[in-house]
């Protein structure tokens, strides 16, 4: 887009309908500075590319919505519950991300603790190894965990300190299973890097170190990138059960080590999250022979259609019966359950900027209820990640990548949707755009997965659009047009 | 009878900190600023997991630039971050001030920040023209996340603003400067109340109260950048100098206020930070010091409102009561006191900063504690969770992060501080002053009541 279509999309006011975004237009300079990202943006068309340009790094000076390696590293294996994740570094890293993540979890609550080793300049002087390895066995000595991880920090990568030998030492000295996470937080603008870090202490540490065979059943999974978030695990879990399927462990949401340990007995791993653990799922694969699947647990026709590819993969005759009475049984009460939010949510338009595996895997959710996902993108996007939109996205939609926050208010206000679905830290710039906002990130408080999250998915979109308060216009007020607030209409001023 | 006990932390790792590092200290004060920007020179989580702690606590956006240094920076410096960063932000953003925010990792490759930024000063210029680049105030902070914590950061952030921005004084100007601390924009609003009770002017250094409470009006709202309205502006920064006194409300303004002090003859107070009554007293004590101002009958009705609040409620509910108390030491400090104030005894007080004016602060305010006051200081949650299991007290007083140690133990929790976001409000509501000394009160006395008497006989104990 040039610098004159710009202002002129700018200029176009937004007069009709009373709508309370007014902008004034954008001052060249900001122009200038957008236009070094428009390979970052594209529009779905049919034949073209219709992937943006993605995995660079972020402009320096930009309010990035990026996170850092150590970041992506501990998304993934934080929701393991009766871990310790150790932060080996200055305070702040563990300080600002020791109880973030929204993972629920039915027994042990120590993930939910903070441990860090509070590097000091003396550490950074003389080396932090020795502090290192006095921090494990206090904590070795406190908790006994079945597994210590150590993440490396920023500081660690530079002052050079060896993780890997401390912790194999430590493990020594402990017996107990302490596990380093190269993941340094600036190895890469991409936190991506972390997440497939976090896949190698796993594969490395973890998977496989356990030879106590478990029970003989014939159908058994490991369900590879959910991570429980406000018990997502907990909607899937019971359907693959009636499907007679017994779930080995989870990669990693309410996981125990033990039980990821032992997961390299399964049958099959099936992955949700395929931004973040696909690689845990080839390298698997690779190693033990164990074939994966690729599922969608949010929305009707993909839980449905994943609850089939399963049952067909272990091509049991009963299961494959028993799946379709489940799919049937459980679309019905959802369909019942979803009409009034249906209803209201039918031709609102929709903008999903998040960090991964949800903007494309949350279309077809929007489109079941006949909604209009007009923009969808990512921060932290891989090029196979934009295949995976563009497969999946109608014509038309605008993709992005690595949005900084003034892009984001831009496109917002141009592209103007009903609702916009992302993280916290676009929360609140959404509402204070007048821009109904629904939470798909860290924070949510509510399941979306498998038949019944789907029902409280639309609720929750319900709720954030029909609220009251977007009737509440000052645009309204100052115009006098009294007679559009109800309540005090007939009340005595 | 009154006794101490002071107790340091006795092992090297820390579970469940109660201080972050100094670059958040940072960019909140410059969050302060009006149409002003943090930088943070370093890795991107740096920042992200800042703005996400901001946007939790206090709902609103929250706009942090960042360099995003990358692995080559730590071999080759981050000369480029730094300088292309900061000629992108002033493109981008045309603030009026840039927090330029130090980093553990830009401070161990030892980046020249100061060099860096004349060098950048000169490309802004040659890019946007003298004028735009003349109203682009660029601050350098240093910040490394490995010494001491977040209250450091938010020391030398105001201190790098004083020292770099404020002008040589030309005549006085009858205000007071005011350096508030981590506190929330409700008890920013009360100390400015106070002041407008007492006809005084003042300068907040720096004032996040509207940056970080703003409301939802798209119409007149600035999107492109955001910047949300109110802030300290460069020119009340440059005018500091000229002001009558400086009063920090906390230890951690103390740099700032010693630079105005020394560099520009402006006479200052540090502290006590003013929760409850003798708190709020010598607050207004000090701003009588370094002005004309009146202790007028209507602030006299406030302060009588509290006391009113006290004899009614304290001495029936809460005399004889224990609380633990956790979180930023002045904040600390200053709630103990006030618990004593009520008959109560601040069983046990828990920082997580090693700082011996907190200790000795705590060491006065005990003496006026019926029974024995544990000080732990350069502690963490689990230490005072543990000494809590041993001796259990009736309340805990902080912020959220002490929300499972208080339904593990079955005890209270009184939220306050930074940060609190599992309830609403809290950072609209003030503490400080006599109002909020009110407020905080009725937050005690509910939370008592909810806990510790019976609904059923509930005349009897009226």
């Known amino acids: 887009m040039t610098k004159e279509q710009h202002k002129k999309a700018d200029n176009t006011k937004n007069s009709e309908n009373g709508s309370i975004l007014d902008f004034s237009p954008l001052p060249d300079s900001i122009i200038d500075a957008l236009e070094s990202r428009e390979k970052h943006r594209c529009f779905k068309k049919e034949g073209k590319q219709s992937t943006p340009d993605c995995n660079k790094s972020s402009i320096p000076g930009a309010v990035t919505q990026r996170s850092c390696v150590y970041g992506g590293a501990r998304v993934v294996l934080m929701p393991i519950t009766d871990a310790v994740h150790l932060v080996h570094g200055p305070i702040g890293c563990a300080a600002c991300t020791w109880d973030i993540r929204g993972s629920l979890s039915s027994s042990s609550k120590l993930y939910k603790t903070g441990f860090s080793t509070n590097l000091q300049e003396k550490d950074i002087v003389f080396g932090g190894e020795t502090k290192l390895m006095d921090v494990l066995l206090e904590i070795n000595r406190i908790y006994h965990p079945p597994a210590i991880f150590v993440y490396a920090t920023c500081v660690v990568g530079i002052i050079g300190d060896d993780l890997k030998k401390v912790c194999e030492l430590a493990q020594k ?16 603008f991409n936190k991506s890097l972390g997440h497939q870090l976090a896949g190698d202490a796993l594969l490395d540490y973890v998977i496989g170190s ?32 009636k499907m007679g399927i017994h779930v080995l462990s989870t990669l990693t949401g309410d996981s125990r080590v033990e039980e990821i340990a032992r997961s390299h007995q399964a049958h099959l791993n099936i992955v949700q999250c395929q931004k973040s653990s696909n690689y845990i799922a080839r390298q698997m694969e690779k190693k033990y022979d164990i074939p994966y699947l690729k599922v969608n647990f949010f929305g009707i026709d993909d839980t449905a259609s994943s609850l089939r590819d399963i049952a067909r993969f272990f091509n049991d005759h009963g299961m494959l019966k028993k799946t379709e009475q489940l799919i049937k049984e459980e679309i019905n009460k959802v369909e019942d359950a979803i009409k009034p939010y249906h209803d209201a949510l039918k031709g609102k338009k929709v903008a999903v900027y998040v960090g991964g595996n949800k903007a494309w895997s949350l279309i077809r959710a929007f489109e079941e209820l006949e909604m209009e996902v007009i923009m969808t993108g990512t921060q932290n996007g891989l090029p196979e990640d934009y295949q995976k939109i563009r497969d999946t996205v109608k014509e038309g939609t605008l993709i992005v990548d690595d949005s900084p926050v003034m892009e984001l208010y831009h496109l917002l206000k141009k592209y103007k949707p009903d609702l916009v679905i992302s993280g916290a830290k676009e ?24 038949f019944r999250g789907y029902i409280n998915f639309a609720k929750n979109l319900d709720q954030a659009v029909s609220s009251p308060v977007w009737n509440y216009t000052e645009k309204k007020l100052k115009n006098g047009r009294i007679n559009q607030f109800n309540e005090v209409k007939n009340a005595k001023i | 009878m009154s006794a101490v006990k002071v107790t340091k932390r006795d092992r090297n790792v820390i579970i469940n900190p109660l201080v972050t590092c100094q670059p958040l200290g940072a960019m909140f004060a410059v969050a302060g600023m009006s149409r002003g920007l943090p930088l943070v020179h370093g890795s991107q989580g740096c920042s992200t997991f800042v703005r996400y702690g901001f946007s939790r606590h206090f709902r609103e956006p929250s706009e942090i630039a960042v360099t995003s240094l990358h692995e080559d920076a730590a071999v080759f410096g981050g000369r480029r971050n730094l300088i292309s960063g900061l000629g992108n932000l002033a493109a981008r953003f045309t603030p009026d001030l840039i927090g330029v925010v130090t980093t553990c990792s830009s401070e161990i490759i030892g980046d020249d920040v100061d060099g860096f930024i004349k060098t950048a000063r000169q490309e802004i210029k040659e890019s946007l023209g003298e004028n735009a680049a003349e109203k682009i105030k660029i601050v350098a902070i240093n910040t490394p996340s490995f010494v001491e914590h977040h209250y450091r950061g938010y020391d030398n952030a105001i201190k790098a603003l004083v020292d770099q921005v404020a002008l040589e004084p030309v005549n006085c100007n009858d205000k007071l400067n005011i350096i508030p601390g981590i506190v929330n924009p409700g008890d920013i609003r009360e100390i ?25 009006r798209p119409g007149s709202t600035q999107f492109k950048p955001y910047y949300p309205k109110g802030g300290t502006s460069v020119q009340e920064l440059e005018d500091c100098s000229n002001s009558s006194g400086t009063i920090s409300l906390c230890n951690y303004g103390a740099q700032a206020a010693e630079v105005l002090e020394r560099k520009y003859k402006v006479p200052s107070a540090v502290g006590p930070f003013p929760i409850g009554l003798q708190n709020t007293d010598q607050f207004l004590r000090n701003v009588k010091k370094f002005s004309d101002a009146e202790i007028t009958d209507e602030l006299l009705d406030e302060r009588g409102l509290l006391v009113d609040s006290m ?34 005894t601040p069983q046990l007080v828990c920082s997580g900063v090693e700082n011996q004016e907190f200790v000795d602060d705590m060491k006065e305010v005990s003496k006026k504690a019926d029974g024995e006051v544990e000080i732990m200081y350069g502690q963490d949650l689990r230490s005072m969770e543990v000494r809590l299991e041993e001796e259990p007290a009736d309340i805990i007083i902080g912020h959220s992060d002490g929300r499972l140690i208080a339904q593990d133990l079955d005890i209270p929790l009184v939220r306050v501080g930074f940060p609190v976001y599992d309830r609403v409000g809290y950072h609209r509501v003030p503490i400080v002053g006599y109002r909020g000394g009110i407020n905080l009160l009725d937050r005690i006395t509910n939370t008592v009541l909810e806990e510790y008497y019976d609904p059923v006989h509930w005349k009897l104990q009226q």
């Open chain 2, 192 to 216: 400015k109340h106070i002041m407008n009770m007492m006809g005084q002017q003042s300068i907040m250094l720096t004032d996040t109260s509207d940056p970080f409470d703003s409301p939802l």
């Open chain 1, 427 to 450: 929360k609140y710039m959404a509402l204070k755009m007048g821009i109904p906002f629904c939470e798909f990130n860290h924070d949510r408080i509510t399941s979306f997965s498998g």
């Open chain 2, 311 to 344: 004899a009614d409620i304290a001495s029936r509910y809460l005399f004889g009561k224990t609380a633990a108390i956790y979180g930023d030491p002045d904040m600390v400090t200053g709630i103990a006191r006030f618990v004593c104030e009520l008959g109560m």
């Open chain 1, 173 to 188: 000295k402990t017996s107990t299973r302490i596990i380093p996470v190269q993941s340094e937080g600036f190895r890469s």
């Open chain 1, 210 to 241: 356990s030879h106590e065979t478990t029970l003989n059943h014939p159908f058994t999974l490991n369900i590879v990138g959910e991570f429980n978030v406000a018990g997502d695990l907990w909607g899937i879990k019971p359907l693959l059960e």
